[in-house]
């Protein structure tokens, strides 16, 4: 793009924090353009407004060295005074959603207006003035996250947006410098979807409270959460709330608040029946200004209520309002997520509050419906619904670890949530675009962060191993699921300098020992932090081994050559030095040469799903982590029972699989309620929605329904159903090619059909199950295939050989058929 727009911004607002400024630029056109094109992007987030009409907001959270900037081409701009105005926060302190930078502006618009160009730049003659609307005074809801929001509605200037609006009395910007100052010495145009935005009402009304305001309640205080967390909430009075029941009904004076007593408030609960990501959102109209109403979130209710003070709360999540007189609606500023919301109302006097509405302004990366799973047990339908809402409640501009605590783009969560995304969404940008940035986060030393775009907040940096040697697993899953080896040629030196980061970590045995670092993978108890550690060195093999893939697929053979020769050196270290003969078992570490007594199930399902032992002694080694005698560290995290499922898969134990996740997600979590899936196995820790936790909606697709890459993106598409107790099981995977769907039924003793189907011609790869029977016959489209025992050459239809009883052959130039075995 060619800017000649620079950056702006008002200086005495460069080292402050939490601060808001208002801008905006008006202009004239002859004609109303026949084409437009407005460019921008701001430090720290911005929304933006044009002729009084909302945009959008944004932009997608950056490294500032790879500035995003977002583009808007649906722009009403008429003939005659048009007006561009943002409204731009400034965090001015680094986050775990935001890397430090100075406050700035960005905007341009080009068009073509009566056979002539426009151009609109930010420069010095854009107006720009402070907002004291928003308390900079307020704490941060946790160290992960930004600041609670306090908005005053009277200090806002009414009409801002608007062209006629009088911004004479503003501030000319000053201005920065041009395009390519730092921080943001490169631009780079979004490169994923806009995300969208859509109203959502609660579901309904839990309870409605009063409560008496505690002396001291006018004084503007810092803690908005100790406030409420204070009220003595009593049994609602007469007359002071009517009609709150229908809250969530669109229309006018659907609640009405009034203030009858001095000090008296109104405490409203909120239920959404299920968590929402986005922006509470109230519209109400009073003749009072003033009143104070409060806004409280929470993923769960303690003690039937929002608790914003309590440690299970893990930070302050409640914003302020204050209202002007008239009619009015407030949106706080930066997302959050809830499925609980508690509205307070206070400072009331004698005031009436009509209330029109209260919801969220539900803001939602766009995927489609393109993945699907339906199956003849509704526990398991149930799961994978809950487990495709999970991981979309996690992705906004990037794959967020949860989307309450702190919407953080965690390495390994993200490793986890782009696999899922793959069978449910069949979306490739937002993992594109998360390999990119966590490759931009690469020191000249080789280590990368284990999460990003983000600043530590306890200053230096966060370093967890295990996490960027998933990001090597995960650049080499993209590959495999999109096709695209451009990614590949451009990603393989930021894993190879990785690799040898760590290889500088070796000891003489060539395994990792003692180095910096969080050893992180699981959040349960009495894992040991020091020493020669399994799991590190079992990660690090796979790591190895996926360079050496990825190097060959490129042509680089002698790099794939070493790397492959490192992995196989490593794997038999690891096989000697932490495998016990006494215990039957991997010990967990060796510390001064000596054996650990601690074991954990950790390292038995990775020896087992990475093939660092044999099926047979991986499927016994599975058994006993199945059937959860103790004797093991135990696992307390869904991220890696997923890895579970992956390595019951590896071995063909599909069946216990199919049951673990019954027993586990189906009949403990559901008995708890849990509308998404929460971040740990005992609720002691995180949060309530973490996108690790939906490792079964890709299990029961790549597994049950049986649908899996048998080459890079789906150039060959390999269909191995199995049926386990199930009687039949329909759906559809994405894939870069087109939706393949399939729908198998099983008919008793051992009949099966089998429909596949797709919207272009393609290979297929199929392996029909034997289901412990004998095959009859299996005809393809009604014509034999198998008959007697043996294989009937037919067009179209090529027997491979199998090391299973199951009967496997290749489909050529399909586009759909049906298989039937009798």
Known sequence: ???????????????????????????????????????????????????????????????????????????????????????????????????????????????????????VGTDESWRVMWSDAWSPETPRMNIMRGFIENHDAAREPQGWREPDFDDSPWARAEVLGPVGIAPWTSLVERDIPMLREHEVFPDKVLDTKSFRMLPGYRREQRNICFQIARRQLTPLEDGDLDGVENVRVWGPACGVVRGTRDRQGVSVLLDFGQEVSGFPTIRLSTEQEGVIVDFAYSEFLTNGTVDTMSAEARGYYADRYHTRKGSQQFEVYLPRSL??????????????????????????????????????????????????????????????????????????????????????????????????????????????????????????????????????RALWDFYVYSGEMEILEEL??????????????????????????????????????????????????????????????VGRDDVAETMADRARVLAEAIRRTYWSDERDCFVDFVKDGAPSAVCSEHAQILATWLGIVQAERGSALLRRVLAGQGQWIGINSLFFCGILLLALSEVSEQDSALAYVRNHWGKYYLEHGCANWPETCDFTQ???????????????????????PAAPGFAQTEIAPHPGDLVHVRGTVPTPLGDVSVAWRRDAPKGMTLEIASPSQRSYLVRLPSMGQPFGAVTLNGSAIWYDGAFVPGKNVEQVESESDDLCFRLKAITSCRIERT
């Open 339 to 472: 499925r609980y919301l508690r509205v307070d109302f206070s400072n009331l006097g004698r005031a009436t509050v009509q209330i029109e509405s209260i919801s969220m302004n539900a803001w939602e990366y766009p995927v489609g419906d393109r993945g699907s799973f339906e199956c003849s047990d509704e526990l398991l339908n149930r799961i994978w619904d809950i487990s495709r809402r999970t991981l979309h409640l996690c992705m906004a501009d990037c794959f967020m670890d949860g989307p309450a605590r702190e919407r953080t783009q965690w390495v390994g969560d993200a490793w986890a949530q782009a696999l899922v995304n793959y069978y449910a969404f069949g979306d490739l940008d937002l993992a594109r675009k998360f390999l990119r940035q966590v490759a931009q986060s690469q020191r000249e030393d080789g280590s990368m962060w284990a999460f990003y775009p983000a600043d530590f907040p306890f200053g230096g940096d966060y370093i967890v191993p295990v996490w960027n040697m998933l990001w090597v």
């Open 492 to 553: 393989l030196p930021s894993a190879l300098r990785f690799s040898d980061w760590l290889r500088e970590c070796e000891e003489e045995d060539g395994l990792l020992h003692d180095f910096n670092g969080w050893y992180f993978f699981d959040w349960s108890d009495n894992i040991e932090q020091s020493g020669s550690r399994a799991v590190y060195n079992m990660f690090y093999c796979d790591m190895i081994e996926r360079v050496a893939r990825m190097a060959e697929t």
């Open 1 to 119: 793009m060619d800017w000649h727009a620079k950056w702006i911004w008002k200086r005495d607002l460069c080292r402050l924090r939490n601060v808001y400024l208002y801008a905006r630029k008006t202009f004239e056109l002859a004609v109303e353009p026949t084409a437009a094109r407005l460019a921008c992007c701001a430090d720290s987030r911005y929304r933006l407004w044009v002729n009084g009409s909302y945009a959008g907001r944004g932009p997608v959270r950056s490294d500032p060295r790879w500035q995003y900037y977002d583009v808007y081409t649906d722009l009403p701009l008429v003939t005659g005074r048009n007006v561009i105005a943002f409204d731009v926060h400034y965090m001015g302190e680094g986050s775990l959603v935001y890397v430090l930078g100075p406050g700035g502006l960005l905007c341009q618009l080009d068009g073509t207006c009566d056979g002539g160009p426009v151009q």
């Open 686 to 708: 995180g949060s309530y929605c973490h996108g690790w936790g939906a490792w079964p909606a890709s299990f029961l697709m790549s597994e049950i329904l049986g649908v899996q």
